[in-house]
C-alpha cells in the first residue's frame, strides 16, 4: 500500500546530541513537509521541500537541518542547537507544493533523557 | 499570512448526538483540508475541499469560499469520533496553515 513511514515511533535524546528522524514515503509525491506539534497545539511548519535537492526554512527551522536526496526521502536532523526538542514530529507529503491534498505519516516522539 | 480560526474550542458529546465544527479564515484559499487527529496521534486526512460540499458516511463538509469558511458536520457521533480535528488551509505559493483544532470528547 502506498503511505508516508516514519521512523522510530519514539526516540530519546540526550543532552548535546544530534538525532535523525526518517520519513520515506512511496507516493511518488514530489512535495515533503516536517511539523512540530506540542501538547495540546497545533501544527507547526519546520522545513519543506518542493522538489528533490530543494528545501526551505519553514516558521520554525532554528536548530533543525534537513536534506533532500531523494525523492521518497527526507530524513529530518534534529540538533543540539534546538534547545526544546521533546515534541511529536510529524512528516507529510503532496503530489506538489501548495494547492494538492497533504497525506501525514504516523509521527515520531522524542524526548530528551 | 493567513490567519485560522476553530470554533468551538472544546466540545463534549453524547454518542449519538450530532455536531457541527467551523473553520473561519482570513485570506481566500484554494486549498483546504479537515484532519482528524486520534489519541494515538495519527492525523488522519477527512476532506480535501476547497470549496462545494462533500459527504463520506456519517461526515461531510461544506466550504463557503467567498465567505472564508467551512464547516464539518459529524452525525451519529460514536466514542471512536473522539480527538482533535484540525482545519488547515493555503493558496498557490504558499504553505499550509494549521488552525488550533476543536477537541471533541464523544461520551458512551
Known amino acids: 500500500d502506498g503511505g508516508i513511514t516514519q521512523s522510530p515511533k519514539y526516540l530519546f535524546r540526550k543532552e548535546g546530541q544530534n538525532v535523525t528522524l526518517s520519513c520515506e514515503q512511496n507516493?511518488?509525491?514530489?512535495?515533503m513537509y516536517w511539523y512540530r506539534q506540542d501538547p495540546g497545539q497545533g501544527l507547526r511548519l519546520i522545513y519543506y521541500s518542493q522538489i528533490v535537492n530543494d528545501f526551505q526554512k519553514g516558521d520554525i527551522a532554528e536548530g533543525y537541518s534537513v536534506s533532500r536526496e531523494k525523492k521518497e526521502s527526507f530524513p529530518l536532523t534534529v540538533t543540539s542547537a534546538q534547545k526544546n526538542p521533546t515534541a511529536f514530529y510529524l512528516c507529510a507529503s503532496s503530489a506538489y507544493y501548495s494547492n494538492q491534498p497533504q497525506h501525514f505519516g504516523d509521527g515520531t516522539r522524542l524526548s530528551i533523557l | 499570512g493567513i490567519q485560522v480560526e476553530q470554533s468551538p474550542p472544546d466540545l463534549i458529546l453524547q454518542e449519538g448526538a450530532n455536531s457541527t465544527l467551523r473553520c473561519n479564515f482570513s485570506d481566500s484559499v484554494n486549498n483546504l483540508q479537515w484532519f482528524h487527529q486520534n489519541p494515538w496521534g495519527q492525523l488522519i486526512n477527512l476532506f480535501y475541499?476547497?470549496?462545494g460540499t462533500k459527504q463520506n458516511g456519517r461526515l461531510s463538509a461544506t466550504t463557503v469560499a467567498t465567505e472564508r469558511y467551512s464547516l464539518l458536520y459529524i452525525s451519529s457521533s460514536q466514542t471512536t469520533d473522539s480527538g482533535v480535528y484540525f482545519c488547515?488551509?493555503?493558496?498557490?505559493?504558499?504553505?499550509?496553515?494549521f488552525g488550533p483544532g476543536t477537541r471533541l470528547s464523544v461520551l458512551p
Open positions: 507516493l511518488n509525491h514530489d512535495a
Open positions: 475541499i476547497p470549496s
Open positions: 488547515a488551509v493555503g493558496n498557490y505559493g504558499q504553505n499550509f496553515v
